[in-house]
């Protein structure tokens, strides 16, 4: 019988997986984990955003999914009333994340009394309330009827930006920190008088998302999200800082996991000039996904590069691994040929890695040739983002 004593992020599956293979033999698990593989990316989740015109709604929803005004998908900006129906905008990478811009409440064709029915409350995880000066008595209403209906809600004040630039301006720049601290405690004041229970307010500059209480707001939902949905939440996020990207490795580490048992499972290809055999195409929807997560497309980056003002060639030049640029059955192939020379220092660490990897395709050269090679892009990719990051952080010229 398999050791169940190992656990990690997904203990209650890899246990499931066990009892199947103690009870059916690895035959039988094979499928579950393709199946698992074939769901990569599309665990949803849905943001609603909401707030009165003119709050900064379009503009933070553009920022949270790496987009600038006017690009294709990008919510219309404006300061009059842009939203007359819930409307979803998918993340251009990951399209199992949607952000969906809401009316405010009150407005329109939706009234307060049946604001949360008329938005289809349920459909959403988590809603962001966003305001561009104070709360006001509808948006504590929102969040009281919220917290009755068992979700989670958090208050974003947005264009801290423009506050800066007014201190800026009058040469009060100095006490930034102070009046940053007044405005976090007008917007919890107005809060709590509207009987909001401990509210916390994070203040956002959509221009500047690197800034301000950004990186702490996303701490937060990570930390209060389900585990899957927690993934897919820091996936979808713009690399920000390295701290960013090493996240979202981490995350990666386990799909590659997955990806390696099933391109060396049941069906597996015998590859002309080597040893073993291999699903390719298996492996190469893991590289695509590990590259549209790390936000190394070609798309990506020109949408990058574009917000930066820097030619797509200098945030090119800093990628590690060619791969990025030339994921194919036949490169991946070529890969796999050199990975061969790694299998033998692989054993100890997958028996380590999980159970039922460890114990059934421990001595495989098809799994540990596939795991070395995706273990390898994952660190260059990783590394490859970080580059970028270093690289934008360098060359902007507007960071505040």
């Given at each position: 019988a398999l050791d169940l004593s190992h656990t990690n992020d997904y203990e209650e599956e890899t246990n499931t997986l066990a009892s199947v293979y103690n009870e059916s033999g690895f035959e039988a698990v094979i499928p579950l984990f393709k199946e698992k593989f074939d769901n990569l990316g599309t665990e949803p989740l849905n943001i609603a955003v909401t707030g009165e015109s003119g709050t900064g709604k379009s503009a933070f929803i553009n920022a949270m999914r790496g987009l600038r005004p006017g690009e294709p998908g990008a919510a219309k900006e404006g300061l009059t009333e842009q939203t007359k129906n819930p409307t979803p905008y998918q993340?251009?990478?990951?399209?199992?994340?949607?952000?969906w811009d809401l009316p405010g409440m009150g407005t329109g064709n939706f009234p307060c009394h049946k604001y949360l029915e008329k938005v289809n409350f349920k459909k959403y995880d988590f809603f962001i309330l966003i305001t561009g000066n104070r709360f006001k008595e509808n948006d504590a209403r929102l969040a009281r009827e919220i917290k009755k209906m068992g979700k989670e809600f958090y208050f974003v004040r947005s264009r801290i930006d423009i506050e800066e630039y007014s201190l800026r301006l009058s040469g009060r720049l100095c006490h930034i920190k102070d009046e940053l601290d007044k405005i976090r405690r007008y917007c919890i004041e107005s809060l709590v008088e509207n009987q909001v229970d401990s509210p916390r307010v994070f203040l956002v500059s959509s221009k500047y998302l690197h800034g301000y209480?950004?990186?702490?707001f996303c701490e937060v939902l990570e930390s209060e999200l389900p585990e899957k949905k927690k993934h897919v939440f820091v996936l979808s996020l713009p690399n920000l800082t390295q701290?960013?990207?090493k996240k979202k490795?981490?995350?990666?580490?386990?799909?590659?996991?997955?990806a390696a048992t099933v391109a060396a499972g049941a069906g597996a290809i015998p590859i002309p000039g080597l040893s073993f055999a291999c699903d390719v195409s298996i492996i190469v929807s893991a590289l695509l996904y590990i590259r549209r997560s790390f936000g190394l497309t070609e798309e990506s980056l020109e949408r990058l590069a574009c917000k930066v003002n820097l030619p797509v060639e200098e945030l090119k030049e800093v990628v590690v691994s060619p791969l990025v640029f030339d994921i194919t059955p036949v490169t991946v192939t070529k890969y796999l040929s050199k990975s061969v020379a790694g299998v033998a220092m692989l054993s100890d660490e997958l028996l380590h890695l999980i159970p039922i990897i460890g114990s059934v395709l421990g001595a495989s050269v098809s799994f540990t040739a596939s795991y070395w090679m995706l273990s390898k892009a994952l660190d260059e990719f990783a590394e490859s983002a970080e580059k970028v990051v270093m690289k934008v952080f360098q060359c902007n010229k507007e960071l505040p």
């Open positions: 993340h251009p990478d990951l399209p199992s994340v949607c952000l209480d950004f990186l702490e701290s960013v990207v490795k981490k995350i990666l580490s386990a799909k590659i996991i997955l």
